[in-house]
């Protein structure tokens, strides 16, 4: 179905500025992907927008008309706008965005299958959006099977973090859950938690991790609480030969992660 | 010397708004640093504000009178206002805040001593400003010796670079070249160039680096330029286990880093 939307009060367009708001994102369950490289990812992974939103006047490019033709085909909406509206939609000053609707994915714990893969991220609290982004990032690329999402972080869904994902929000499980609820989850089965830690570890290099190997980080400010670092099975801790003790939190699990994979799953 | 303001119309309120924007912070070869951590870093590593802007009523803390006793044996000037009036100043809706201006460093190319360290981290058109504050984060933890930034990369006394360094802006050497003036520069003497790429790489692990080693990551779109690539002494490559073909650059950067540290500098 297409329609074409002319007027910056229209009901649709609200709506879609909406989504921008994580209160409006889990009420209408529903978020935000934007350009043209992302929602080819999305629909690379089966992920298919409800509704498309575009500029009426645009360059034509195959991967618009192949995601054009794959939304109808599916029953999903075409939105055609003028630049002004679109920009207005998106915040963005570019007429040649484009914007898609999707679904938001179930985030229990019981989406995940432990054994389905070697690595899991877990976050602890995180704050930034971009450092949430970035680790389903690092999760795709050491081929993760997912990111857990511990206590209070933020929202997977928003604009900032599924841009900063880089399609990694359409390939990698995605799970929230509070400590209480994570913690009997991860013990009723096979499952090494570590983190990075400054108590009682060991060198990160060829420390004994083991799969499925759960690689956990915490808060940008405060890091992880003791009481969930001292949970962990396996303590690490990476060098730190300047003036600071720590890393962003995105950086800390990336080098982690890429040293777990070395161990369990070599080139 | 210390000082009041009582105006939102005060001059000087308006002189260090105004250091958030580029424009004005080049004109004036100043930058502002907020809040305790970050100032209490500069001063250990022996970088004392100009001027500190705090408010009038705080709370007393140890490292605070630290500073303020600093900054004052130092000659500098110490500004107290209100929280409005110091909100609008830094933007954030926070009384405890405190900022300090600094005079910006030289930022040439002669500023680096290439022997000084075994690490270098290097930015090729870098746009997003906490990117480039975490690779001066992970320069310090890695012992680099400083980052030099090509071609057009954002600025690293942003406000958003010197929150996302940690206080790494005030330890790490900071350099700004075109490129066309930092190859001759680097082929000028010893040093190494490595680039993550796709291009007739070998595997990042166990490849052969050597000290001083230059370690550059480039445009978060666009990655390097093809000849910045083939200039490279060495082209290493990370597994990609998913969909995508890259990592956020800041990552990229540190997981390339700390490998390096392991062939060159080892615990």
């Known amino acids: 179905m297409r329609r074409t939307i002319t007027g910056y009060s229209n009901p649709t367009v609200k709506y879609l500025r909406s989504l921008r708001d994580k209160k409006h994102r889990k009420r ?6 934007e350009g043209l490289r992302l929602l080819t990812d999305a629909r690379e992974s089966g992920k298919l927008p409800e509704t498309l939103v ?3 006047a645009r360059e034509s490019h195959p991967l618009l008309s192949e995601l054009e ?6 029953g999903g909406e075409i939105i055609e706008t003028s630049p002004d509206i679109l920009a207005k939609i998106t915040g963005k000053d570019n007429p040649q965005a484009i914007a898609g609707i999707f ?3 179930d985030t229990g714990l019981d989406q995940i299958d432990r054994n389905s893969a070697k690595i899991w991220l877990v976050a602890q609290a995180l704050r930034d959006p971009g450092n949430l982004g970035t680790m389903l990032r690092t999760g795709d690329a050491v081929g993760a099977g997912g ?5 209070d972080c933020a929202d997977p869904f928003s604009v900032e973090a599924v841009r900063a994902s880089m399609g990694a929000i359409f390939t990698q499980c995605v799970a929230q859950a509070r400590w209480e609820e994570f913690e009997p989850w991860l013990r009723a089965g096979a499952g090494q938690l570590v983190a990075a830690s400054l108590r009682e570890a060991q060198p990160y290099r060829a420390a004994p991790y083991q799969a499925p190997c759960f690689v956990m ?3 940008e400010s405060r890091g992880l609480p003791e009481n969930y670092e001292m949970a962990c099975d396996l303590r690490v801790t990476m060098p730190m030969r300047g003036r600071a003790d720590s890393l962003n939190a995105a950086v800390a699990g990336a080098v ?4 777990v994979l070395e161990t369990l799953d070599p080139a």
Chains 1, 2 share one sequence.
């Open 28 to 33: 209408e369950g529903r978020f935000l992907a």
């Open 54 to 56: 575009m500029a009426e």
């Open 103 to 105: 679904t938001e994915f």
């Open 256 to 259: 982690l992660a890429y040293e």
């Open 217 to 219: 980080v915490g808060n």
């Open 69 to 74: 033709a794959a939304v109808e085909q599916a």
């Open 147 to 151: 990111l857990i999402l511990i206590d």
